[in-house]
């Protein structure tokens, strides 16, 4: 059973840092590309970031471009989300998706929120 | 940049047809995949590649892509097919995905 479980969330100050995983579990890390997208509160989907099974290329929305940075572990089927320069609009839930470029994402882990406030 | 357009809400009654449609220049010329979320879940592939139901989701769904607009229909709409739908395509020219901004899915 494909299992993706996301921790790391919280509340942050404008300008902080949070660094949100991704443990997955139940099918072969390695050879799938990964993904995050995230909800607003009120709002709909919003694609954030998609990295390839290799790791050798990043893709980002505009505007989280330079802030954050999203890596993966392939020995330790781990996926990583490093947000820094954190903003209100960043506040939202976050899930972690199994899926990448050509491929939809077929498995979403639980949602984890992310509340960027002074 | 590549932007899709959907309808904010469809209402549709028990055992009848709910149509959900986005539109974007040329979609037909790209891969859509549609997602449902309902209250306090993750979202969930009900299909892909425009017309492909992926495992586990009834054979009431079903999907369509040509010309500018993408379609999911569900035919024999039950109560627990009442969610918030997108679809989803992957622009290669930004090396963007980009979500539909969502159909609420009513069933009276």
């Known amino acids: 059973e494909v299992q993706l479980l996301v921790s790391g969330g919280g509340l942050e100050r404008p300008g902080g840092s949070l660094t949100l995983s991704c443990e997955a579990s139940g099918f072969s890390f390695s050879d799938h590309g990964m993904s995050w997208v995230r909800r607003p509160p009120g709002k709909g989907l919003e694609w954030v970031s998609t990295?390839?099974?290799?790791?050798?290329?990043?893709y980002y929305t505009d505007s989280v471009k330079g802030r954050f940075t999203v890596s993966r572990d392939n020995g330790q089927n781990k996926l990583s989300l490093h947000m820094r320069d954190l903003r209100a609009e960043d506040t939202a839930l976050y899930y972690c998706s199994k899926g990448a470029l050509t491929t939809p994402f077929d498995f979403w882990g639980q949602g984890i929120p992310v509340t960027v406030s002074s | 940049s590549f932007a899709m357009t959907q309808s904010p809400s469809v209402s549709v009654s028990p055992g009848q047809t709910a149509i959900i449609t986005c539109s974007g220049d040329s979609l037909g010329d790209k891969y859509v995949h549609w997602y449902h979320q309902k209250p306090g879940q993750s979202p969930v592939l009900v299909m892909y590649q425009d017309d492909k139901r992926p495992a586990g989701i009834p054979e009431r769904f079903s999907g369509s892509n040509f010309g500018n607009t993408a379609t999911l229909t569900i035919s024999g709409t039950q109560a627990i097919d009442e969610a918030d739908y997108y679809c989803q395509t992957w622009d290669s020219l930004i090396a963007h995905y980009v979500f539909g901004p969502g159909t609420k899915v009513t069933v009276l």
């Open positions: 990295i390839p099974a290799k790791g050798d290329k990043t």
